[in-house]
């Protein structure tokens, strides 16, 4: 499979470089999904220069996607998924303007460090964890508007 790579820290536009790789296979209850439309995430332009936590080289980044399940458990072969930041899951498929398919098997993405925990904290809570993003964005606002006030 091509793939972008980097192999050291740095500047995302001299770092990251087209590399082929062998094709990935899936462990048990995993799938292989052929990428046909990727994302550049500002937490993949921050893992390239380096202030991710937890980051192994060398490293292929992207978090945001949607293609094929192209190998896996047979029921989810030409499944088409998405996926973004550690969540995966199907979507609607379609046939003649028919919903023929419209499961919700989650499919699993591996996670590292920080989003690991948040990932699971964010399943295992999601009241407390939305909650308090929703606190987080009002504090955020707050102090962005008091700011602005002073420069006045």
């Known amino acids: 499979m091509r793939a972008l790579q980097f192999r050291a820290f740095g500047d995302p536009t001299a770092k990251l470089v087209l590399v082929n790789l062998p094709d990935p296979q899936p462990r048990p209850g995993w799938a292989v999904v052929r990428i046909r439309a990727a994302s ?7 893992n390239v220069e380096g202030q991710m936590e937890g980051t192994v080289l060398p490293r ?14 047979p029921h989810w072969i030409g499944a088409e998924v998405w996926g ?13 303007g028919t919903v023929t398919s419209a499961q919700s098997t ?18 295992a809570s999601p009241f407390i964890y939305g909650s308090s993003a929703v606190l987080m ?16």
Do not use: C
Request: charge should be positive; hydrophobic fraction near 40%.
């Open 60 to 73: 292929v980044p992207g978090r945001d996607f949607s293609g094929v399940v192209e190998a896996g458990p």
């Open 40 to 46: 550049v995430n500002p937490s993949d332009v921050k």
């Open 137 to 152: 964005a009002m504090l955020i606002g707050w102090l962005s508007s008091l700011l602005i006030r002073q420069q006045r």
């Open 106 to 123: 989650p499919l699993y993405v591996d996670q590292q460090g920080l989003e690991r925990r948040l990932y699971r904290f964010a399943h």
């Open 84 to 96: 973004t930041g550690g969540d995966a899951g199907f979507i609607l498929k379609f046939s003649d």
